[in-house]
């Protein structure tokens, strides 16, 4: 069993940054590949990053590929997202996920957080 708990969301200007953290419990983290997905109002919930449990592979949505920075450490039992040049595009409620494939599907992710919220305003 793990149990994710995100950290880091906020509000900030177009073009600003904000680094999301998820804490994991259990000490089998390093087992796992870890995901980060965004929710917009109305909208379905969509793949953002992707790493695998070595850190040796790494996937982003078209999207965020040059602005965001998906990161582990596994000594920490942590996930990160660093998030650069933000656009009002990417509000939403970010949820980080731990699966045993870093793929970009919902379901092979078998623990998810509750989920941060960041607000990106013009």
């Known amino acids: 069993q793990v149990q994710l708990v995100e950290s880091g969301g906020g509000l900030v200007q177009a073009g600003g940054s904000l680094r999301l953290s998820c804490a994991a419990s259990?000490?089998?983290?390093?087992?796992?590949?870890m995901a980060w997905f965004r929710q917009a109002p109305g909208k379905e919930r969509e793949f953002v990053a992707t790493?695998?449990?070595?850190?040796?592979?790494?996937d982003y949505a078209e999207s965020v590929k040059g602005r965001f920075t998906i990161s582990r450490d596994n000594a920490k039992n942590t996930a990160y997202l660093q998030m650069n040049s933000l656009k009002p595009d990417d509000t939403a409620v970010y949820y980080c996920a731990a699966g045993g494939s870093p793929l970009r599907i919902r379901i092979v992710y078998d623990y998810w957080g509750q989920g941060t919220q960041v607000t990106v305003f013009s």
């Open positions: 790493i695998s449990w070595s850190g040796g592979s790494i």
């Open positions: 259990g000490r089998t983290f390093s087992r796992y590949a």
